[in-house]
T-cell receptor, first 112, second 117 residues
Framework: EDQVTQSPEALRLQEGESSSLNCSYT??????LFWYRQDPGKGPEFLFT???AGEEKEKERLKATLTKKESFLHITAPKPEDSATYLC?????????????FGKGTRLHILP | DTGVSQDPRHKITKRGQNVTFRCDPI?????LYWYRQTLGQGPEFLTY????????KSRLLSDRFSAERPKGSFSTLEIQRTEQGDSAMYLC???????????????FGPGTRLTVT
């Protein structure tokens, strides 16, 4: 069964303290891996798509990387406004129904 | 605003009542999805449309749930005879599928928070 597991469930960092969030996945094949940011009471906001192992994408203080089994979201020198839940999702290869499968997310809290 | 919009943003209803939610996708997007999200969980797929055709329904979508996308534009999700277990955030997303370049990013709306009392 296709599955996405994110760790840690929650992470508290001091402002400026860099860290990484993990997303491990089990799928028969990967069509794409996605990172979203979700603020409380709002819908997920698209951040990145990664298609193949070795690929990297960057946006401001965020950098996403992909291997054959997992993805990392690196956050460099975070600010309090980076506090949110970060969701990872995958679209399995050969999945005709086009749905994406989400993990439960990592709740990130940046302390000023 | 050219993003995905949903209406209403919040709905409180009594058990047994019917509710209907609306989603307006990004205007040029031909695919529209519905997801459900409960506290502490990621969104779970419910159903999706390509233009006006409903192509897939999750087993989560009981026969009390029905979705439509007339004319391939906005979509509605109706829940009949609501139960307390239906309380959740209902999210709509859209994407563009076009020949020559396939991308799979889905863009989400703000969601409708349903509370069944």
């Amino acid at each position: 069964e296709d599955q996405v597991t994110q760790s840690p469930e929650a992470l508290r960092l001091q402002e400026g303290e860099s860290s990484s969030l993990n997303c491990s996945y089990t799928v028969s094949g990967l069509r794409g891996l996605f990172w979203y940011r979700q603020d409380p009471g709002k819908g997920p906001e698209f951040l990145f798509t990664l298609y193949s192992a070795g690929e990297e994408k960057e946006k401001e203080r965020l950098k996403a990387t992909l291997t054959k089994k997992e993805s990392f979201l690196h956050i460099t020198a975070p600010k309090p406004e980076d506090s949110a839940t970060y969701l990872c999702a995958v679209r399995p290869l050969g999945n005709r129904d086009d749905k994406i499968i989400f993990g439960k997310g990592t709740r990130l809290h940046i302390l000023p | 605003d050219t993003g995905v919009s949903q209406d209403p943003r919040h709905k409180i209803t009594k058990r047994g009542q019917n509710v209907t939610f609306r989603c307006d996708p990004i205007s040029e997007h031909n695919r529209l999805y519905w997801y459900r999200q409960t506290l502490g969980q990621g969104p779970e797929f419910l159903t999706y449309f390509q233009n006006e055709a409903q192509l897939e329904k999750s087993r989560l979508l009981s026969d009390r749930f029905s979705a439509e996308r007339p004319k391939g534009s906005f979509s509605t999700l109706e829940i009949q005879r609501t139960e307390q277990g239906d309380s959740a955030m209902y999210l709509c997303a859209s994407s563009l599928l076009r020949s020559g370049r396939i991308t799979y990013e889905q863009y989400f709306g703000p969601g409708t928070r349903l509370t069944v009392t």
